[in-house]
């Protein structure tokens, strides 16, 4: 039996980005003992209580004091991992790590490739494939033969009870609803939020476009400060905000098409087979978009010479004003979300 230790400490898509991996290493090695470390609790209710893996763990780095995070590195030793799975883009200060504190031989990931070590085996940091694909890759370097499997996030029968009790009491039955998610990711980041006045302009035109839909403007906790933006301005509009985590696959799985940013819901919205549209600029979409054939993804028709600023010193600091995501045609989002209703209905 082969113990696995998996990292992958960014948000709640990235985590939804590692789940075919997880289901691949289950098809190929069934008693393989699997611990998925995330760096929140979001991310790890991701696959927490599935069987894609034993136990998860959190390991929030932002939080941790030093001496902590040395401890959990060495507190590794304890348990006798055979392999250590880094997911893709993760720092190589992870590998140096499991390299000197953790006593585990084999350590997989992405690299530049000027020098392999610390790693076991790598793959390169720069190949442009999707995320969840490059995960698959590095997976293959050890168990050999992976196809990609299907996303996942864990649905709870006691977040779908919530969800229905909240489609019900919301008078959604039978409806056609729209989803609009205005927000970046769980830290509260501005950098991948389509602007408020282009999420606006955008309702009014789904509005005008389907007469008879409803529209509901998801907020998590990192964006209660929107609520006011969005309150009020339509009739057939509802806000949902600070839903249980647990809820929101089943109300995203409600919606005919999902609308965001490229953040978490997104990443869900696919996992539950949902149709997605990504509003992208600053990142790297060949990479990051939500994945599979009912997921599509509106830029700018104008490329612009610093998009996407993923990497760069721009990210996170832009100086000018977020053009990328304010230019983006409202009437080719519009367009696109027609298509997908005809696919979906």
């Not at 489609?167 to 970046?184: A, N, Q």
């Not at 282009?198 to 990192?222: M, Y």
Request: charged share 20%; with cysteine; proline share 5%.
């Amino acid at each position: 039996m082969n113990r696995v230790v998996v990292f992958q400490t960014w948000g709640i898509g990235d985590m939804i980005m590692i789940t075919p991996m997880l289901h691949a290493i289950k098809e190929v090695s069934p008693t393989s003992y699997v611990n998925v470390i995330a760096g929140n609790t979001g991310a790890a209710a991701v696959v927490r209580h599935s069987d894609l893996c034993s136990e998860t763990e959190i390991w929030n780095f932002n939080d941790l004091p030093v001496w902590r995070v040395i401890w959990n590195f060495i507190s590794l030793r304890k348990k006798k991992y055979d392999i250590a799975i880094l997911a893709t883009g993760l720092s190589i200060k992870f590998s140096w790590a499991l390299r000197l504190l953790s006593g585990i031989k084999i350590i997989l990931g992405d690299c530049d490739h000027s020098t392999i070590f610390p790693y076991t085996d790598c793959i390169d940091r720069l190949d442009r494939r999707h995320r969840v694909e490059k995960n698959i890759a590095i997976a293959n370097l050890y168990f050999r033969g992976l196809s990609v499997g299907k996303l996942h996030i864990e649905s709870s029968f006691e977040g779908q009870r919530i969800a229905i009790e909240l489609w019900r009491k919301m008078g959604f039955e039978g409806k056609r609803v729209l989803c609009l998610h205005p927000g970046g990711d769980s830290n509260g980041s501005l950098v991948k939020r389509p602007p408020i006045g282009l999420c606006k302009e955008l309702i009014d035109s789904l509005f005008s476009e389907f007469v008879d839909a409803e529209i509901v403007v998801i907020l998590g906790p990192s964006e209660s400060e929107l609520f006011r933006e969005f309150s009020g301005i339509h009739e057939r509009l509802s806000i949902l905000r600070d839903l249980p985590f647990e809820a929101l696959p089943a109300i995203v799985s409600m919606m005919k098409v999902v609308i965001a940013g490229d953040s978490g819901i997104g990443h869900i919205a696919a996992a539950m087979q949902t149709p997605v549209v990504t509003l992208a600029g600053p990142t790297l979409m060949e990479q990051t978009k939500p994945y599979g054939g009912h997921c599509r993804v509106v830029q700018a028709r104008s490329a612009l010479p610093c998009s996407p600023c993923y990497g760069t010193i721009n990210y996170k600091n832009c100086p000018y004003q977020q053009k990328c995501l304010s230019t983006i045609a409202i009437v080719d989002v519009v367009r696109v979300v027609h298509e997908l209703l005809q696919l979906s209905e």
